[in-house]
């Protein structure tokens, strides 16, 4: 190999790490370590998720940078809300309720990271959802999860960054 | 400086050799499947497999699939890029995890799928219970006797783990690479997401 060539090869090798140069101070990382290998009987899922108050709960049991896993439990629910930077996986495990998706968000507020929530959803579809039922919700695309009045409503999410 | 021909001629071999496309698909619109819909997909056996296996959104870096296995013809799998994180839907299960694989049937892709598994752990599974397999973890999924179970997988992409440099590579120019690396910038090369020949574009291999 010449000494040109060398350059030329050590010019090239040396490019990706100039074009992906970080500002002085990037955001920490919401990252957590490697995962080892979990196992988590129905009942301890259901109670992260189960409260008697009446109240709604969620529980993320997997947390990284660029995806996590939450199981949610709904009650009657009237807030609307759209994940401008997140693809919603998600599968009905338990209960009815149902989504109001599309339409406009209109007087919703940026809770941060592009966190729409509030306001009305004007113009929206309804869908019924029962166990075992599926859905993708695209960043964006505002919804309202509710739980059927008297009913309580169990999904699990895999959240990914869009 | 001595390993900067080594980093850069790996940098400049890796496009030339990819020879996979890349499994990513277009980004998805909203979509509801009801549960008769999925539970279709997953009812029939795939060609020569005893189980029936849906890939409800196949992309690049992460897929969801929707499998139904029976009691028998499961085969001890291990996959040293992808992370597995599991709700159970139906029916029971036993999961066989950890330990060794003697004999493993190992693909290209550095996917395991058959040999014999020693010295692993047993787990029962039920409806609502969530499963983690890391990337690397041997592990069988078998129904109970007699009974199907059926569960849903969201597949992750390891970050972690660089992908094992496939023979292809070796040697580069007449120089065996080091491996792993120990040049820092062979090693962030590593570090960032896999070059596209280094992925699996094969459905299956998850």
Known sequence: ?162 | MRNLPIAAALLLATPALCQTPLRGTPPDGFKFMARGEIDKLTSKPEPGRVYGATFANDHENYYVEFVKRQDHGNMVEQHPHWIDQITILAGEGVLTYGGTIQNPNVAPTGEVRGGTQVGAKTQGLHPGDFVLIPAGLPHTFNAAPGKTITYVVYKARSQFQPPPIPPSHLPVLGVRLAWPPTSPFASQALLRPPPPCLRYAQKGEG
């Not at chain 1, 994940?83 to 998706?101: A, F, K, P, Q, R």
């Not at chain 1, 019924?128 to 039922?133: A, I, R, T």
Request: proline share 8%; hydrophobic share 35%.
């Open chain 1, 1 to 162: 190999m010449t000494f040109r060539s060398f350059g030329l090869v050590a010019a090239l090798a040396a490019m990706p790490f100039a074009a992906t140069a970080q500002p002085a101070s990037p955001p920490a990382p919401h990252t957590t370590p490697n995962d080892a290998f979990v196992y988590q009987p129905a009942a301890e899922v259901q109670a992260m998720t189960h409260r008697t108050d009446g109240k709604p709960q969620s529980k993320i049991v997997i947390d990284h940078e660029n995806y996590f896993i939450e199981y949610v439990t709904r009650v009657i629910n009237t807030n609307a809300e759209a994940h401008n930077h997140w693809y919603d996986y998600i599968h009905v495990l338990d209960g009815e309720g149902s989504i109001t998706y599309g339409g406009t968000q209109e007087g919703g507020t940026d809770s941060g990271g592009g966190e729409i929530r509030g306001g009305k959803l004007v113009g929206g579809k309804l869908q019924l959802l029962h166990p075992g039922d599926r859905l993708v919700i695209p960043p964006g695309l505002p919804h309202i999860f509710t739980a059927t009045p008297g009913h309580t409503f169990t999904y699990v999410i895999f959240k990914q960054k869009a």
